[in-house]
């Protein structure tokens, strides 16, 4: 953090994100293909509009050169950002505005990163939807929600940003990485979702990777039931997904498994 001898003090949280002059523009948030997050300020003539209250579907779409993100080829590295959500933005202040988008390629067609796509077709087919974040056993705990339905997405990556962006104040960096230590506490790291097994070890209350497991009030378990489940409410708990793995891919694949009945050709339906 510093040279030798010297003392690193860490601004406060509020004196951080209060002293930051005014100005007006979006900040155009988006993910990569490495689960991180770029973005760029939003000054374009007419901005303005923003803060009376314009719709998100009227926002204006902005664009970024592709290849320099490893998102596209440098022949054609034209990518679109077409905005999805919106919400104030706490470093710049009102009124100010933070923009998550999604990430479209030169011919219109959504990138391979912008999975948001093809999840949003799959929540339209089921009207209930939130999230639960449950208690991990790293440094701190981190939770947004409830949400819905495709909010769940949109808000975690928002909220991953934010954090990230508050941690360059304290010189300190956060990591989705679940296992980025090895030994004996509940994280991991996955590498083309190999390294789930250490994790998913059947150790320290989680389930073993090569066994799926479910049951009720279990902790060590694959899927955590609820009790309140057999009384017509409440809800389950996978423990298989990591950290930073993308909100909008697990979300699709729980919505699939556990609440549509499909027969096994509606993926070809939802392809980019």
């Known amino acids: 953090m510093g040279e030798e001898g010297s003392v690193f003090t860490a601004p406060s949280v509020s004196s951080s994100l209060l002293s930051t002059p005014p100005s007006r523009h979006l900040l155009a948030v988006w993910n990569t293909s490495n ?19 314009l719709p998100l579907e ?46 479209f390629r030169y011919n219109r067609k959504p990138s391979e990163t912008n999975v948001r796509h093809t999840y949003k077709q799959i929540m339209a087919m089921h ?42 104040d304290f010189g300190v960096i956060a990591t989705w990485g679940p ?44 899927i955590r039931i609820l009790w309140t489940v057999g009384q017509e409410k409440g809800h389950l708990e996978d423990h298989r997904p990591s950290a930073n793995r993308d909100p909008s891919v697990v979300t699709e694949a729980l919505i699939r498994t556990c609440l549509l009945n499909e027969t096994g050709d509606e993926p070809f339906l939802y392809k980019n």
């Not at 689960?35 to 209250?53: A, C, D, F, T």
């Not at 592709?66 to 009124?95: C, I, R």
């Open 35 to 53: 689960h991180g997050h770029l973005s760029k300020l939003l000054l374009e003539q007419g901005i303005k509009q923003v803060y009376m209250s």
């Open 127 to 168: 009207q209930d939807g939130g999230m639960h974040a449950e208690v991990m056993p790293a440094p701190g705990e981190f939770q947004i929600g409830p949400c819905d339905r495709i909010d769940v997405g949109e808000h975690l990556w928002v909220a991953r940003f934010f954090l990230h962006h508050v941690c360059e």
């Open 58 to 103: 009227e926002l204006l779409e902005s664009n970024f050169d592709g290849s320099g993100t490893f998102q596209s080829e440098g022949s054609n590295s034209d990518m679109y950002l077409v905005p999805a959500a919106m919400f104030w933005d706490p470093f710049h202040k009102d009124p100010n505005k933070l923009v998550f988008c999604e990430v």
């Open 179 to 222: 296992k980025p230590i090895p030994g004996n506490w509940i994280a991991y790291d996955p590498k083309g979702g190999l390294d789930n097994a250490q994790c998913l070890s059947g150790f320290h209350k989680t389930s073993n990777i090569y066994d799926f497991s479910a049951g009720v009030a279990n902790r060590g378990t694959s």
